[in-house]
C-alpha cells in the first residue's frame, strides 16, 4: 500500500525517484553527505537572512544601528544573526571538503554534474562578499572598497564599471541598497542551480570511492543513505547551535565592530576567512590587472579539470603519487588562506608569491604530468606482471 502511495502520483513519483528509491553505490562514505549538509545550510541561511532582512535598514547612516538593534531589541535577532554568521562559515567548510572529496575521487569527469557545482561555487563566493558588506562596519566598508576598486584594472572601461556598481563617485547609499538587492535574490539562484546539479547527478548516479562503474552494485537510498543524512544534520545543528551561542564572532574581525568611516582606514585590511585563499593570490601580484587575473584564475581552474587531469582511472584511491599532490595541494590552500590574513609585508609577501605559485603549478603541470605517469606505470604493470 505505500509503495502504491509513494507511486501513485507525478509528485509522489518525482519525491520517490529522488529520495526514497534512488539507486546509490553501495560503497560511498560519509563524505558523499556534504552535498546534503550544503543544501542544509543554504536553507537555512536563507530562512535566518529572510528574518534579518526585515528588521534591517539598507542605509549607510542606519545600516550599522540596525543591526545593532537587531542584536539588541529584536526578540531573538541575536540568536537568528549568531545563526546567519556561523552558517556562512559552515556553509563554506562543507562547501571546501565537497570539491576536495570531487577532485580526489574524480566526479570531476561527471562534466554537467562539476560544471554545475563550480558554478554554484562562484555563486556563493559572490554571494557571501555581498553579505559581508551590509552590517557596514569598518571591515565591510573598506572591503567594499578595495574588491569593487578592482573592476577599475578593466581596459577602456574600468572606471564606467565601478561607477556602475557603486552608483556614484564613491561606495555609499546606492551601493549598499544594490548590494542589499542582490544578496536577497542570488541565493534564489544558487536554489535553481542547486536543482540543476541534482538533475544532472540524478542523470549520471553518484560517484564512488572505488572509481569503478557505479552500476556494479547499487542499493537504495532509503534506508540506508537517507539515516547518514539525518546523522549528519544532526552533527551539522550541533556544531551550529554550539558555535552561534558560545564562539559566534570567532572568526570576525574585531573592526566590523566599529561603524564604517571613510576618513579612517584599517591598518590592514581583509576579508571572510573563506576568502582568504583567493585574497592572498590577488595580494601576490604587484600589477593590479594581473593580480584579478590570477583572482579569477584560482577559482576558474575548477572549470579546467576535466581537462587538465586526463587519467584513465577515475578515483586517487590507487594512485599514490597523485595522493600525495593532494594533500600538498589541501596544505597549501590552508597556507595561503593563513598568509591572507597576514599583513602586506616582509616576509608574508614573498612567501604568498611562492605559495600562489606552488598553487597554479599543482593544478596546470603536476596534476597532468603525474596522473599520465601513473597511468603509463598502471599499464606497464597490466602487461607484463
Not at 502520483?9 to 534512488?22: A, E, G, Q, R, T
Not at 539525518?230 to 551550529?240: D, P, R, W
Not at 576567512?273 to 583567493?278: P, S
Not at 593590479?288 to 579569477?296: E, N, Q, R, S
Amino acid at each position: 500500500m505505500t509503495k502504491i502511495f509513494r507511486k501513485s502520483n507525478p509528485l509522489n513519483k518525482m519525491i520517490n525517484s529522488s529520495l526514497i528509491d534512488l539507486p546509490s553505490p553501495s560503497n560511498i562514505s560519509y563524505l558523499w553527505n556534504f552535498g546534503s549538509l550544503i543544501g542544509l545550510c543554504l536553507t537555512l541561511q536563507i530562512i535566518s537572512g529572510l528574518l534579518l532582512t526585515m528588521h534591517f535598514s539598507p542605509s549607510i547612516n542606519l545600516a550599522f544601528d540596525s543591526t545593532v538593534h537587531i542584536v539588541r531589541d529584536v526578540y531573538g535577532g541575536w540568536f537568528i544573526r549568531n545563526v546567519h554568521i556561523s552558517g556562512a562559515s559552515l556553509f563554506f567548510t562543507c562547501m571546501f571538503i565537497h570539491i576536495g572529496r570531487g577532485i580526489y575521487y574524480g566526479s570531476f569527469k561527471n562534466l554537467k554534474t562539476w560544471y554545475s557545482g563550480v558554478i554554484l561555487f562562484i555563486l556563493s563566493m559572490l554571494t557571501a562578499f555581498l553579505g559581508y558588506v551590509l552590517p557596514w562596519g569598518q571591515m565591510s566598508f573598506w572591503a567594499a572598497t578595495v574588491i569593487t576598486n578592482l573592476l577599475s584594472a578593466v581596459p577602456m572601461m574600468g572606471g564606467t564599471l565601478v561607477e556602475t556598481v557603486w552608483g556614484g563617485y564613491s561606495v555609499g547609499d546606492p551601493t549598499l541598497k544594490r548590494f542589499l538587492v542582490l544578496h536577497f535574490l542570488m541565493p534564489f539562484s544558487m536554489i535553481a542551480v542547486s536543482l540543476i546539479h541534482l538533475v544532472f547527478l540524478h542523470e549520471t548516479g553518484s560517484n564512488n570511492p572505488m572509481g569503478i562503474n557505479p552500476n556494479m552494485d547499487k542499493i537504495p537510498f532509503h534506508p540506508y543513505f537517507s539515516f547518514k543524512d539525518i546523522l549528519g544534520f544532526s552533527i551539522l545543528l550541533t556544531f551550529l547551535i554550539t558555535f552561534s551561542l558560545l564562539l559566534p564572532y570567532l572568526t570576525t574581525d574585531p573592526d566590523n565592530f566599529s561603524p564604517a568611516n571613510s576618513m579612517v582606514t584599517p591598518p590592514h585590511i581583509k576579508p571572510e576567512w573563506y576568502f582568504l585563499f583567493a585574497y592572498s593570490i590577488l595580494r601576490a601580484i604587484p600589477n593590479k590587472l594581473g593580480g584579478i587575473i590570477a583572482l579569477v584564475m584560482s577559482l576558474s581552474v575548477l572549470l579546467l579539470m576535466p581537462i587538465l587531469i586526463r587519467s584513465n582511472k577515475r578515483s586517487m584511491t590507487f594512485m599514490p603519487l597523485m595522493q600525495v599532490t593532494f594533500w600538498l595541494m589541501v596544505c597549501n590552500f590552508i597556507f595561503l588562506s593563513w598568509l591572507g590574513a597576514m599583513p602586506l609585508e616582509p616576509p608574508f609577501t614573498l612567501m604568498s608569491q611562492i605559495s600562489s605559485f606552488i598553487y597554479f603549478f599543482i593544478f596546470f603541470v603536476m596534476f597532468p604530468l603525474i596522473s599520465r605517469k601513473e597511468d603509463e606505470i598502471l599499464e606497464f604493470h597490466a602487461m607484463y606482471l
